[in-house]
């Protein structure tokens, strides 16, 4: 179950960052303008946004390894699609299909893992999980570049199609009897309905903010984006209106209102945009102010991803030793501290002290993703592990597109090298709020209850001599799973 869950957010990876690189050839070879090439990756994540808590939904309801085959599947399909398509509108159509199978198996890799650990060594899957999102993000670009040059763009949409290949069978080794395939005996007989309706006004408030965030760097705040923004809030009151007046809300009330999901989602959102926020006038930054090329560039940043990585394992150790809370809040005064110090930066600056800023910056969202993600996937009952997911994956895609957007409006229409300092401080205030919603997550007594209460819950809680849980159907789907180390 581990395998197939980083195998397949690997697959998500590794395509979304060889892409950017891919992008400038993809142009190009098929005589496309610059909106419409953007459109293959907004029209992915558009789509993406809109449908993950649905997708979710449908993995609570009918299995997640079911919904993570389907949209392995459908990925893998749509990659090849678009390594075959003849011109740009090709691409941005199967991008958006590519999109709908995205959607559907980004919240499974975190269901399955619901379903099948316990709750007192989730995060020990997770961090492993986090660990190789870290090293398929970095590795990306660098595999992106080298199968274009020597290769062709094509090449990049083909490059996923191993990956989707051993998360299918992987998905498909599971032994039936576990409890990522469909609802448990006792919940069978109160499955939840889908709430179509709600997934409906759901979708479309997000397409319309993500939609908005994404064009508000290059459009400000014009007619277009402010307009964008009151229709996506107008149907997020509907939406709430309707979740409260449903028998089966898509988002349950008591969901959102519960202490161990809604202040670490707020985290989430904050880290990730502080991050992007950040990343993206340092780019900038590091090539019209410094000089730097793109590989030299990407070389400063290195520490970025190698402690991202280091910090995902490390973070699940310290929060069995001081708790949850403690290390997220430490978690985000390192992402505070790295945009405070990169928005110090000037033309003199050397090597250490912007690899010092990437360090600080990659350790602070390690930390963070792990133990947030943790706490919202363990504080949702099974019967919710997708909607969960989804919710937290949702955030982690708004995330990074508000980041951008706050920086481009702190920076005031100056060029985002040059603004580096006040679009730092501006990511910087967004890890202040951050901080002050971790501060509200529960504490180190809470979180052992809740480890707890989750392996009685599911009773598979006893360990042997080997560390593999027995005394419950699909035992055989641990082997080789290294289950007692965090």
């Known amino acids: 179950m581990l395998t197939a869950s980083i195998t397949g957010a690997v697959l998500v990876a590794v395509d979304g960052t060889a892409l950017t ?3 400038p050839a993809l142009r190009h ?57 003849p011109g740009i509108g090709w691409v941005v159509a199967l991008r958006v299909l590519q999109g709908v199978a995205g959607a559907l198996l980004q919240p499974a890799t975190l269901g399955m893992l619901r379903a099948a ?39 990049v949409f083909l490059l996923g199609l191993p990956f989707a290949a051993a998360a299918l069978l992987a998905a498909l080794a599971v032994p039936t009897g576990t409890g990522s395939t469909g609802p448990r005996p006792a919940e069978a007989g109160r499955r939840t309905g889908l709430d179509l309706p709600g997934a409906a006004l759901l979708a479309l408030a997000l397409a319309c903010l993500v939609q908005t965030l994404v064009a508000l760097p290059d459009r400000g705040w014009s007619a277009g984006p402010l307009l964008g923004l009151a229709a996506a809030g107008a149907l997020g009151l ?49 090539q019209d102010v410094l000089g730097l090329d793109p590989l030299q560039s990407a070389l400063r940043a290195v520490p970025l991803a190698a402690t991202m990585i280091l910090a995902a394992p490390g ?60 706490v919202v996937v363990r504080g949702a009952s099974a019967a919710r592990a997708g909607v969960a997911g989804g919710l937290q994956q949702t ?23 040059a603004a580096l300092a006040p679009a730092a401080l501006a990511m910087a205030a967004v890890a202040g709020a951050g901080t002050a919603a971790a501060a509200r997550l529960p504490g180190r007594a809470a979180g052992a209850a809740a480890d ?35």
Not at 278 to 286: C, G, I, S
Not at 319 to 343: C, D
Not at 347 to 354: E, F, K, M, Y
Not at 460 to 471: A, E, F, N, Q, S
């Open 21 to 23: 690189v891919a992008q």
């Open 29 to 85: 070879d098929l005589h496309a303008s610059v909106t419409a090439v953007q459109w293959a990756s907004t029209g992915y994540l558009v789509t993406v946004a809109a449908l993950l808590v649905f997708a979710g939904r449908l993995g609570d309801r009918y299995g997640h390894r079911r919904v993570f085959a389907l949209g392995v599947t459908g990925f893998a399909a749509s990659s090849l699609g678009i390594a075959l398509a």
């Open 117 to 155: 650990w316990p709750a007192d060594r989730l995060s020990g899957a997770i961090a492993i999980r986090t660990a190789a999102i870290g090293l398929a993000a970095a590795a990306g670009p660098l595999v992106g570049g080298a199968l274009t040059a020597h290769f062709g763009w094509r090449s």
């Open 238 to 286: 509907v939406l709430a209106r309707h979740e409260r007046r449903t028998a089966d809300p898509l988002l349950p009330p008591a969901l959102l209102r519960s202490a161990a999901v809604a202040p670490p989602l707020v985290v989430l959102l904050a880290a990730s945009a502080a991050l992007q926020g950040t990343l993206f006038p340092a780019v900038y930054y590091l």
């Open 315 to 374: 973070s699940a150790w310290l929060a069995k030793r001081h708790g949850e809370r403690a290390v997220v809040l430490s978690g985000m005064a390192l992402v505070t501290a790295g945009a405070l110090l990169t928005a110090g930066l000037g033309p003199g600056s050397g090597t250490v002290a912007i690899g010092g800023c990437f360090a600080l910056l990659g350790t602070g969202f390690g930390t963070v993703m792990v133990t947030a993600t943790t």
């Open 395 to 417: 955030v982690l895609n708004i995330g990074p597109a508000l980041g951008i957007a706050l920086a481009t409006t702190a920076a005031g229409g100056t060029d985002p090298g």
């Open 452 to 486: 707890r209460a989750g392996g009685r819950a599911a009773g598979r809680v006893r360990p042997t001599g080997r560390g593999l849980p027995v005394g419950r159907p699909g035992a055989a789907d641990w082997a080789g799973v290294p289950v007692n180390r965090p």
